[in-house]
């Protein structure tokens, strides 16, 4: 670990932590703190409406669990705290009406709800330090994408300590504008879907020929994550990779062909134009 991983990993050791519905993404983001060591359990709280997953909270991870969100903030220091919502956005209106006199105006807050705009979280907790998140499923297992940024009173400390609690869930990457959120809800936030459903027909393929579904998901699982990891060590341009395995006449050759005739480089395209659409609307309705 280099001198600058070792003082990033202090940025947190005295904050306190508040994660308002901690549903599957908010305990992604406990398990990444604690498995990190980034923090302590007595330094996270958390809310969540069902006892059952209060009682499972507290005994996996030995955080405090409140039943309101209103406690939960209202247990931290007013100062070198964060509040982290990560409620449904259909439930976001009734949470910020609930926070609205609770959450400080000095306490930072970081919103990875889709479609919930810095403005809407500013005015509503009148609070000028709102950082705002996308991340993705692969972060329940830390292998995440995170896109990021933050409003202008945010401090180059906070962004710091942002850029810490966001490595709890992989990588993470700061983006200039509000906007470039939506961009990267369509491309990384719901880029698994795109990855899913390619597994899906590719495994159903091998099927079709004549595999085992089991064997059919290893080999197409494997080639994914293969590919994945040669294209990134290999820093080479993904035309350039494609052309290295595309014989003449041969077998890629065949299957492109077919693809290009099927138009899936504009399905895709597309489909990430609309998930681009859909979340600028999503933040409208806010």
């Known amino acids: 670990m280099t001198q600058n991983e070792i003082e990033s990993t202090k940025l947190l050791e005295t904050k306190k932590l508040a994660f308002i519905g901690c549903g599957v993404m908010g305990e992604s983001i406990v398990a990444g703190l604690l498995r990190k060591k980034l923090v302590q359990p007595d330094q996270i709280v958390a809310s969540h409406p069902r006892k059952h997953r209060r009682e499972e909270l507290t005994e996996k991870y030995k955080i405090e669990v409140f039943e309101h969100n209103a406690d939960a903030v209202q247990s931290l220091p007013d100062n070198n705290s964060m509040v982290v919502f990560c409620v449904k956005p259909q439930r976001l209106t009734g949470v910020l009406d609930e926070l609205n006199q609770i959450v400080k105006s000095n306490q930072l807050v970081i919103s990875i709800i889709a479609g919930a705009t810095i403005e809407t979280l500013s005015t509503s907790l009148k609070n000028d330090f709102v950082v705002r998140a996308m991340p993705n499923t692969p972060s329940q297992i830390g292998q995440g994408m995170t896109a990021w940024t933050c409003a202008e009173k945010v401090t180059e400390e906070q962004k710091a300590q942002v850029k810490v609690l966001l490595t709890a869930l992989g990588k993470e990457l700061l983006v200039e504008t509000e906007n470039q959120i939506d961009m990267?809800?369509?491309?990384?936030?719901?880029?698994?879907?795109?990855?899913?459903?390619?597994?899906?027909?590719?495994?159903?393929?091998?099927?079709?020929?004549?595999?085992?579904?089991?064997?059919?998901?290893?080999?197409?699982?494997?080639?994914?994550?293969?590919?994945?990891?040669?294209?990134?060590?290999?820093h080479k341009h993904p035309a350039e990779l494609r052309n290295m395995v595309t014989s003449p006449g041969g077998t890629s050759a065949a299957a492109i062909y077919e693809m290009e005739k099927g138009t899936m480089r504009t399905v895709l395209s597309k489909a990430v134009y609309a998930a681009y659409k859909r979340a600028v609307e999503l933040g409208k309705k806010k």
């Open 184 to 234: 990267a809800t369509s491309l990384s936030a719901t880029g698994p879907t795109y990855i899913f459903m390619m597994m899906e027909a590719l495994t159903d393929a091998g099927v079709h020929m004549g595999f085992s579904r089991e064997v059919s998901k290893e080999l197409v699982q494997q080639t994914m994550l293969g590919s994945t990891l040669f294209a990134m060590e290999s």
